[in-house]
């Protein structure tokens, strides 16, 4: 189940012009959370695509199927729709985040991650140093701790719910009521 950290990302969409979320989780939570510009870099596990033809599709869950699941066009096992160690990233979703970096950002949050993925790290580096506001949320010290201008050393569902209570009490135009 999304926690409230997913879903205070996802009703900021309703008072920012844009909110991407760009994720190394494949669990889905931000889109169940109801999060619409989602960049999956490390895919996610519901889609299930096949080992050896093209066919694709969308689960919830495996309830009911046979394990592991077929591919109903060739018979082949379907396997997750998600990047492993050592294979390329999804050019997609590398191109879609190209894109909005170049759109421009007016801040960046980096929440609960230790930024080991260079390509998670990076923009976080790059928007530091291009003097872009960057706010951490991670109860540890990580190796972004050093760039970002703000460190919040809190887990992420205390401090997004911090963070809506504190909107909401300024008065943020239309921000809708946020229970934690
Ligand atoms: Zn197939």
């Known amino acids: 189940m999304p926690n409230s950290a997913h879903r205070a990302i996802a009703v900021l969409e309703q008072v920012l012009s844009r909110v991407v979320v760009f994720t190394q989780n494949v669990d889905g939570l931000h889109r169940k959370a109801g999060s619409s510009d989602l960049i999956e870099i490390h ?3 519901q ?3 096949c080992t050896a033809c093209d066919h694709g599709e969308t689960v919830d869950d495996l309830a009911g199927r046979e394990l592991p699941p077929r591919c109903p066009v060739c018979g ?6 998600v990047v492993l160690f ?4 999804p050019a997609g979703a590398m191109t879609r985040f190209a894109d909005a970096l170049e759109e421009g950002i007016d801040m960046v949050f980096t929440i609960g991650t230790s930024g080991v993925f260079p390509y998670i790290a990076e923009p ?3 928007a530091a140093r291009a003097g872009i506001p960057t706010v951490e949320i991670n109860p540890v ?5 050093r760039f970002v201008e703000y460190h919040l050393p809190l887990g992420a569902a205390e401090a997004m719910t911090a963070i809506m209570a504190a909107l909401d009490r300024h008065g943020l135009q239309g921000i809708p009521r946020f229970q934690g």
């Open 43 to 45: 895919g996610n596990l």
């Open 47 to 49: 889609e299930l695509i």
């Open 76 to 81: 082949s096992v379907l396997r997750p729709n």
């Open 86 to 89: 050592g294979e390329a990233l």
């Open 124 to 126: 976080v580096v790059w």
């Open 141 to 145: 010290e990580t190796r972004l701790t």
